[in-house]
């Protein structure tokens, strides 16, 4: 089973500022990344696909990065809405489709 | 609009068994896979299971495997989750999640509002 690592587990940023997550893959899951955004009491929502390619929904601020085992999530420009947790999971090797656990973004 | 609306969690005792169902709309259901991904209290997402478009074929994590049965119904577009023998550990928000694709090795691009299975005496 691939192991998915995201760092930092908490990230404290101000708004306006920019935000680098991180996630590793214990092993290559090519591009088969995905990021997703939950905000508290809500489902999650799929942010970005492939690695890079954002969702329907999101603005540009919004940016993936990596293939392999190395990825990053930038958040360019933070804003109040923004402030959530995020997950990465590969669907490269399945089952499982396995999540990382999560980074939370919260304000500085 | 794609609408994803689960009901059947509640309370159980150990070694109990529940089923959760999931009402989908505003997409042809037959052409996508979909998947039950939970989220203990506090904690991160896990997926939990998956199935084809088709509903030929079904994944589970191991630590349901054996336990839970998951299965789907074209013609009503609902899909199940039977969990039998839960245990605490079961405990969490349940969402049904439709993946982006017919089959399961994809991203889930729409997710449920969830429905919280309790597993406690």
């Known amino acids: 089973e691939i192991v998915m690592t995201q760092s930092p587990a908490t990230l404290s940023v101000s708004p306006g500022e920019r935000a680098t997550l991180s996630c590793r893959a214990s092993?290559?899951?090519?591009?088969?990344l995905a990021w997703y955004q939950q905000k508290p009491g809500q489902a999650p929502r799929l942010l970005i696909y492939?690695?890079?390619t954002r969702a329907t929904g999101f603005p540009p601020r919004f940016s993936g990065s990596g293939s392999g085992t190395e990825f990053t999530l930038t958040i360019s420009s933070l804003q109040s809405e923004d402030f959530a947790v995020y997950y990465c999971?590969?669907?490269?090797?399945?089952?499982?489709?396995?999540f990382g656990g999560g980074t939370k973004v919260e304000i500085k | 609009e794609v609408q994803l609306l689960e009901s059947g969690g509640g309370l159980v005792q150990p070694g109990g068994s529940l089923r959760l169902s999931c009402a989908a709309s505003?997409?042809?259901?037959?052409?996508?896979?979909m998947s039950w991904v939970r989220q203990a209290p506090g904690k991160g997402l896990e997926w939990v299971s998956g199935?084809?478009?088709?509903?030929?074929?079904?994944y589970y994590a191991d630590s349901v495997k054996g336990r839970f049965t998951i299965s789907r119904d074209n013609s009503k577009n609902t899909q199940y989750l039977q969990m039998n023998s839960l245990r605490a550990e079961d405990t969490a928000v349940y969402y049904c999640?439709?993946?982006?694709?017919?089959?399961?090795?994809?991203?889930?691009?729409?997710w449920g509002q969830g429905t919280q299975v309790t597993v406690s005496s």
């Open positions: 505003g997409f042809t259901f037959s052409s996508y896979a």
């Open positions: 999971q590969q669907y490269n090797n399945w089952p499982p489709g396995t």
């Open positions: 092993q290559s899951v090519s591009s088969n």
């Open positions: 492939g690695a890079s």
């Open positions: 999640a439709k993946i982006s694709s017919t089959s399961c090795y994809r991203p889930v691009d729409y």
């Open positions: 199935i084809s478009g088709s509903g030929g074929d079904t």
